[in-house]
């Protein structure tokens, strides 16, 4: 499948500027199942100090705002093209081991609720089946909602109160496998929806490690493990280290963000 993408998030500042740092992570990552046929990105109002691979192998981008500005738009633009792996990643790389991903983060971290979540499971059995179960357990007993929660909600806290959306069903899974001992991190990405082409954010899911085939995705929110409709942007233990913009610092002044995306399927002449 070839999905065009145009992402634009934007700052719009009380105050002008007076110091801000930003790190992005906004750029596709070059892995199984995805080839970045293209891709840009444009800044108003901030420029490019650095570009590295964080320990995840994030692609980031760490920009500065440009002082006495009262708005930042970031714009990316690009082409990916992606395969139906049904959601089976593979091997593990990267310099963190897998016995990261089996430790508990402040998002994460299971409680009375989530606890509940894992009666009956059996983390000796068939590991794979186990995990789809799970997901399907989590979607029954959190619905789908928006306006409950927002980046700073834990998995505990969504889990007792039956709400939540993609974010939180990614770490309640997240939290749930790891006290399973099953390693699990949090995929910050995008997804080519049905019958719409303008979203109001991206996409998050989980992967967890299924020793016979490496990282499998689960997609709790739809039911579904990911497939050609998904790009994968950054993974992490949690949101935080998934998180498409993260500011360090934003000086004097509030903000307000807005955020318009476009995910359109093109079609390939043969």
């Known amino acids: 499948m070839r999905l065009a993408i145009t992402h634009r998030t934007r700052y719009d500042f009380d105050e002008p500027v007076v110091h801000a740092l930003q790190r992005l992570r906004l750029t596709p990552k070059h892995t199984s199942g995805q080839t970045i046929v293209e891709w840009s990105m444009h800044l108003d109002g901030a420029h490019r100090e650095l570009e590295y691979d964080d320990h995840n192998c994030n692609t980031t981008t760490l920009v500065s705002v440009d002082p006495g500005v009262t708005h930042v ?16 990643m593979g091997r593990h790389s990267g310099c963190l081991p897998i016995w990261h991903f089996t430790g508990q983060t402040a998002l994460t971290k299971p409680g009375a ?5 894992l009666s009956g499971f059996d983390a000796k059995g068939d590991r794979l089946a186990m995990l789809h179960d799970l997901s399907a357990r989590i979607l029954s007993q959190v619905a789908y909602e928006t306006g409950r929660t927002d980046s700073e909600t834990s998995a505990e806290e969504s889990a007792a109160s039956g709400r939540g959306v993609c974010q939180d069903h990614s770490h309640i899974f997240i939290g749930c496998a790891r006290a ?33 085939l490496g990282w499998v995705g689960f997609d709790v929110s739809n039911g579904i493990s990911p497939d050609a409709r998904y790009v ?31 995910v359109l399927h093109q079609t390939v002449a043969q």
């Open 73 to 88: 738009e970031i714009e990316c633009r690009g082409v990916v093209e992606t395969d139906d792996r049904m959601g089976v």
């Open 180 to 212: 399973l001992g099953v390693p699990a991190r949090y995929v910050s990405g995008y997804l080519s929806m049905d019958g719409t082409a303008s979203q109001e954010a991206g996409h998050a899911w989980a992967e967890a490690f299924v020793p016979e």
């Open 113 to 117: 609720a989530m606890k509940g979540l």
């Open 232 to 262: 994968r942007v950054a993974t992490g233990n949690d949101y935080r280290e998934a998180a498409p913009i993260t500011g360090i610092s934003f000086g004097s002044g509030n903000n307000r963000l807005s955020v318009e995306l476009e």
